[in-house]
Protein backbone atom coordinates (compact mmCIF):
# COMPACT_ATOMS: atom_id res chain seq x y z
CA UNK A 1 0.00 0.00 0.00
CA UNK A 2 1.32 3.29 -0.86
CA UNK A 3 -0.08 6.38 1.33
CA UNK A 4 0.23 9.99 -0.65
CA UNK A 5 1.72 12.53 0.50
CA UNK A 6 -0.94 14.56 1.14
CA UNK A 7 -2.86 11.46 3.43
CA UNK A 8 0.37 11.04 5.57
CA UNK A 9 0.71 15.30 6.10
CA UNK A 10 -2.88 14.94 7.39
CA UNK A 11 -2.14 11.68 9.95
CA UNK A 12 0.57 13.61 11.24
CA UNK A 13 -0.89 16.81 11.51
CA UNK A 14 -4.04 15.50 12.77
CA UNK A 15 -2.00 12.90 15.42
CA UNK A 16 1.41 14.89 16.06
CA UNK A 17 -0.13 18.24 16.23
CA UNK A 18 2.44 19.68 13.25
CA UNK A 19 3.13 18.10 9.69
CA UNK A 20 6.88 18.20 10.69
CA UNK A 21 6.37 15.64 13.74
CA UNK A 22 6.23 12.04 11.93
CA UNK A 23 8.36 10.59 14.41
CA UNK A 24 6.14 10.57 17.30
CA UNK A 25 4.52 8.08 19.12
CA UNK A 26 1.50 9.38 18.27
CA UNK A 27 1.64 10.16 14.38
CA UNK A 28 3.42 6.79 14.44
CA UNK A 29 0.34 4.89 16.33
CA UNK A 30 -1.93 6.85 13.81
CA UNK A 31 -0.02 5.86 10.60
CA UNK A 32 0.18 2.09 11.73
CA UNK A 33 -3.38 1.91 12.48
CA UNK A 34 -4.02 3.59 8.81
CA UNK A 35 -1.86 0.87 7.52
CA UNK A 36 -3.37 -2.11 9.71
CA UNK A 37 -6.63 -1.13 8.18
CA UNK A 38 -6.04 -1.43 4.62
CA UNK A 39 -3.92 -4.42 5.14
CA UNK A 40 -7.25 -6.14 6.87
CA UNK A 41 -9.29 -5.21 4.28
CA UNK A 42 -6.52 -6.84 1.70
CA UNK A 43 -7.04 -10.06 3.58
CA UNK A 44 -10.28 -10.32 3.88
CA UNK A 45 -10.26 -10.59 0.40
CA UNK A 46 -7.20 -12.60 -0.63
CA UNK A 47 -7.12 -15.14 2.07
CA UNK A 48 -4.08 -16.70 1.03
CA UNK A 49 -1.55 -13.84 1.00
CA UNK A 50 0.65 -15.14 3.71
CA UNK A 51 3.10 -12.70 3.10
CA UNK A 52 1.12 -9.75 3.37
CA UNK A 53 -0.71 -11.58 6.99
CA UNK A 54 3.33 -11.86 8.39
CA UNK A 55 3.54 -7.99 7.25
CA UNK A 56 0.22 -7.45 9.30
CA UNK A 57 1.42 -8.83 12.28
CA UNK A 58 4.52 -7.22 12.33
CA UNK A 59 2.55 -3.77 12.28
CA UNK A 60 0.30 -4.68 14.89
CA UNK A 61 3.51 -5.85 17.47
CA UNK A 62 5.07 -2.26 16.69
CA UNK A 63 2.15 -0.54 17.31
CA UNK A 64 1.71 -2.47 20.79
CA UNK A 65 5.36 -1.55 21.91
CA UNK A 66 4.44 2.13 21.12
CA UNK A 67 1.13 1.87 22.63
CA UNK A 68 2.69 0.52 25.73
CA UNK A 69 5.29 3.15 25.98
CA UNK A 70 3.22 5.34 26.22
CA UNK A 71 1.28 3.64 28.85
CA UNK A 72 3.84 3.26 30.21
CA UNK A 73 5.47 7.08 30.45
CA UNK A 74 2.59 9.27 29.22
CA UNK A 75 -0.89 7.62 30.74
CA UNK A 76 -2.83 10.82 29.10
CA UNK A 77 -1.64 10.53 26.28
CA UNK A 78 -2.39 7.13 25.43
CA UNK A 79 -5.69 7.21 26.42
CA UNK A 80 -6.39 10.12 23.97
CA UNK A 81 -5.10 8.08 21.25
CA UNK A 82 -6.97 5.08 22.14
CA UNK A 83 -10.34 7.53 22.39
CA UNK A 84 -9.50 9.63 19.01
CA UNK A 85 -8.34 5.96 16.78
CA UNK A 86 -11.40 4.11 18.55
CA UNK A 87 -8.81 1.57 19.34
CA UNK A 88 -9.71 -1.02 21.89
CA UNK A 89 -7.87 -2.28 24.92
Known amino acids: ?11 FKTHGGDVKNTGGSESQ ?3 FTK ?5 TEHLKVNKKDHATEKSLVRLVGQRKQLLN ?18 LRK
Open 1 to 11: MHLSSEAKRDI
Open 69 to 86: YLKMYHIERYRAIISTLG
Open 29 to 31: IAL
Open 35 to 39: RIDHL
